[in-house]
């Protein structure tokens, strides 16, 4: 999901990792940890995002409408964040943008905040 803070210079990406690449990632990386762990890792994250970045410029996105940070999100156990079943998505599978933003905000602050300190 792509999301944009009223007032900020740019977008972020909240992403639903495929937890069998994140793991391959952190065996390449040499890096342990739960999938919950892994997906604030900012190695593993860096490496995430590095591989979206060359996706948008392959994509032919304009600059502004690339993402400049990034957030891997995973419920507390693990599992995808967004279904029905948990009020995140609709029926549809559309997202309820407003709901995620609130329940994801510290994830959304710190994406951000890796934004402003260089990139993750």
Request: with cysteine; net charge neutral.
């Amino acid at each position: 999901m792509i999301y944009g803070r009223t007032g900020a210079p740019s977008v972020i990406a909240l992403v639903d990792p495929m937890p069998e690449a994140i793991t391959a990632l952190a065996k390449e990386t040499g890096t342990s940890g739960s999938l919950v762990d892994l997906c604030k890792n900012p190695a593993i994250v860096k490496s995430v995002f590095d591989d979206i970045k060359s996706w948008c410029k392959k994509g032919g996105l304009k600059p502004f409408e690339m993402p400049t940070g990034l957030a891997l999100i995973v419920d507390s156990e693990g599992n995808p964040p967004w279904t029905p079943e948990n009020g995140y998505l609709t029926s549809t599978l559309k997202h309820k943008r407003p709901i995620i933003a609130k329940a994801f905000a510290a994830d959304i602050d710190r994406a951000y905040g890796e934004i402003q300190l260089g990139g993750v």
